[in-house]
């Protein structure tokens, strides 16, 4: 939107010369060499023979445009073409931005496109901890993003609840359940057993409904306690990501991968072409003829499968349902195991392109300037609910979207809790907030104003701030291209700063003119709608008031 105009007329000019090329246009790392600049004329100089310099003289001498919207074009180094916009470019953005209304900044450039985002997908056998905040938030914002450049988007949950981890969940509950029957010297498993003090909830929860009744040790008494187990788990993981603002589509079990017979049929599929073979006992699949460094182990001598079997199976079933994008959010510790599932996927014939992989760094908290376990007084395990409880749900979604997922995240505990213009949250909402008060403030002095008629746009403080507005689809669309956040996260921080400059070097409801007052509110507005609809993108509220 931004460059639009500007990008009509350099592409006129270039017809004009009988040239043909991709006009890019960027705004300056400095504002003192304009509001737009190309390097069209570098990129043609070298085809021409001739120096970008006089390629750049040849298209300025060809451009035809209105002086009240470019009010100047000047030359710069050895070639560069920079242009300042005037009064009437700034008039037109506005009213683009204005036309859009409550949905500006959303677009459908990919409509009836459809994305499946995997988040989360952590087993059932305890809460979720600090530490899972950074894959939900991510994931959630990337689905919030796709859904607003138009696909239609699955959020889907995968999760094993079969395996070695649930029967060591399973004996954990049955140890603490006998121990509270009276048998403190019931043992319990100290290097597999999972502690902490919900494994006691659920173990009371059990005699709450069995009494003593599954004090015997059989497979069906461990099943039960498995079973509670899980439901106990997942009703914990769904109430904390509610608390968060997230829901999923599809909850999809590992296990239905052995009972379909999912498991057995890859196994096959790839022996059939040569890329399995037995080794010690154990099944491996021959990576290294995939162009990988060595083969791996997918089914050990116990017979029991390594994790890239399942996986392996889950992503051809992921490529079999027809989704345009499949976006898969892990850790970056999963980064040579998915390499591993894309090249076994590869060879079984299908087209793994759609899969696109965010792999994020590791989070590490931080307290008065030193890194910082997250621990309870008595010990027990502190999990991402008590980060909520302690700094607020807006506050958790931001922070750990706020850095780009490949780089290291520090989440500065004493900046999360500042409840100021410093915590970079409360800056964004305090923003949508004082432009809340401003309309309130007008409705107690009876100021009435409509959105429509000619906007008088005449400070340079209102031209930064429109101009800041009118990348924000850009801003929604790179992000979702990239899977990146952190992207609009940035931006928002831009736009609430040229916001409070607009604010303090512009009377709006003190304006001199009617005019002048109903341009500041519709600004004001507009303001508003991106910032409300960024906060969503980001899963954080926009308040009315602070």
């Known amino acids: 939107m931004l460059f639009d105009y500007v990008r009509t007329v350099l592409g006129t000019a270039l017809e004009r010369l009988g040239l043909n090329a991709d006009v890019t246009v960027e705004l300056p790392r400095h504002a003192s060499h304009g509001d737009a600049a190309t390097t069209v004329a570098l990129q043609l100089a070298r085809t021409l023979g001739k120096s970008p310099r006089s390629v750049a003289q040849d298209i300025v001498a060809a451009m035809d445009y209105d002086p009240a919207r470019i009010s100047s074009v000047e030359i710069a180094g050895p070639g560069f073409i920079n242009l300042r916009f005037g009064p009437a470019y700034y008039a037109d953005l506005f009213e683009r931005i204005r036309a859009q209304g409550e949905r500006f900044g959303y677009t459908e450039r990919y409509a009836r496109k459809r994305a499946n985002v995997e988040y989360v997908s952590a087993n059932p056998t305890g809460p979720l901890h600090p530490g899972h905040g950074r894959n939900i938030a991510l994931g959630d914002s990337i689905a919030r993003l796709l859904e607003a450049v138009g696909y239609r988007v699955t959020r889907e949950y995968y999760f094993n ?15 603490r359940y ?25 173990a009371r929860e059990l005699i709450a409904e069995y009494g003593d009744s599954l004090r015997e040790e059989t497979d069906a008494n461990l099943a039960i306690c498995r079973t509670k187990g899980e439901q106990w788990c997942f009703a914990s993981i769904r109430s904390t990501l509610e608390r968060l603002g997230v829901r999923h589509d599809v909850y999809f079990n590992e296990h239905s991968l052995y009972t379909d017979g999912h498991i057995a049929r890859v196994v096959e599929d790839l022996r059939a072409r040569g890329l399995v073979y037995e080794h010690d006992g154990a099944t491996w699949i021959a990576t290294t003829k995939l162009g990988l460094e060595q083969d791996r182990v997918i089914i050990k001598s116990s017979g029991e499968p390594t994790y ?37 996927v590869r060879a079984l014939g299908y087209d793994t392109s759609p899969i696109k992989v965010v792999l994020h760094q590791m989070v590490t908290f931080m307290k008065d300037g030193v890194p910082y376990k997250l621990s309870k007084r008595s010990g027990e395990q502190y999990t991402l609910d008590d980060l909520i409880d302690e700094v607020g749900p807006d506050v958790v979604r931001f922070f750990f979207v706020m850095r780009a997922a ?44 409509e959105n429509t008629g000619a906007m008088v746009l005449d400070h340079p403080a209102e031209h930064a701030l429109v101009k800041m507005l009118a990348q924000f689809p850009s801003t929604v669309e790179r992000a979702a291209e990239q899977l990146a956040p952190s992207i609009v996260a940035d931006f928002l921080h831009s736009v609430a700063e ?13 304006a001199d003119r009617d005019d002048v007052r109903s341009t500041r509110l519709a600004l004001a507005a507009a303001t508003q709608t991106v910032l409300r609809n960024g906060l969503h993108l980001l899963g954080v509220r926009a308040p009315e008031r602070m």
């Open 161 to 175: 609840n079969a395996g070695r981890q649930m029967q060591n969940l399973a004996r954990s509950i049955y140890a």
């Open 178 to 202: 006998r121990q509270l029957l009276g048998e403190p010297d019931y043992p319990f498993d100290e290097d597999n057993g999972y502690r902490g003090e919900y494994i006691l909830d659920i």
């Open 308 to 344: 890239r079997l399942p996986d392996i199976a889950y992503h051809r079933i992921k490529l079999e349902r027809g989704d345009d994008l499949i976006v898969d959010v892990f850790g970056a510790d999963h980064i040579a195991t998915i390499q591993e599932v894309l090249a076994a």
């Open 406 to 449: 490949e780089t290291q995240l520090v989440f500065d505990l004493n900046l999360a809790r500042e409840q100021s213009e410093v915590n970079p949250v409360f800056y964004l909402q305090y923003a949508h907030a004082r432009i809340c008060s401003v309309f309130a403030n007008a409705r107690e002095h009876g100021i009435e104003w």
């Open 498 to 510: 040229a916001f409070h400059t607009f604010y303090h070097e512009c009377r709006i409801l003190g």
